[in-house]
């Protein structure tokens, strides 16, 4: 897997971060959270993504800019290592729940600990889900 991000990896679909919210599930690895959900693109992707921050906790766009564009980075060096065994394709929103402006060692060093919780808490579906249906 490259470490790009590119236009066809962007969650856009209106609908789509819509259903996410609704249905999605999350975790969590303060100061980010991640909504996720299994889903099926025509692309030959492993994930879409989507990066936010509150409005409410930083006002002047230039923040909220700025920690977004650190969130796509610690995700476009770290997805590599964590999606590269995954089949199933995903819908991601990784959301920025902190109160004060982060480094990007911080938000990388966060990443990497919420991607590590995503795949376990996969996993254990999977095997549940697996033992359900051999019995």
Do not use: C, W
């Not at 856009?12 to 100061?31: H, N, R, T, W």
């Not at 290592?81 to 938000?107: C, E, H, R, W």
Request: glycine share 2%.
């Amino acid at each position: 897997m490259k470490f790009t991000y590119n236009k066809n990896e962007k969650l856009k679909s209106k609908k789509l971060i819509d259903q996410l919210f609704s249905e999605g599930q999350s975790v969590s690895a303060y100061p980010l959270r991640l909504v996720y959900m299994p889903t099926a693109f025509n692309e030959d992707i492993i994930a879409k993504t989507g990066v936010s921050v509150s409005k409410r906790q930083f006002k002047t766009a230039v923040d909220r800019n700025r920690i977004k564009r650190l969130l796509r980075e610690a995700y476009r060096l770290n997805k590599g290592v964590f999606f590269n065994n995954i089949s199933t394709q995903y819908a991601f929103m990784i959301l920025y729940i902190g109160k004060d402006k982060p480094t990007l060692s911080q938000i990388e060093n966060r990443m990497q600990h919420l991607f590590k919780k995503f795949l376990n808490k996969v996993s254990e579906t999977e095997n549940k889900s697996h033992d359900e249906k051999s019995t």
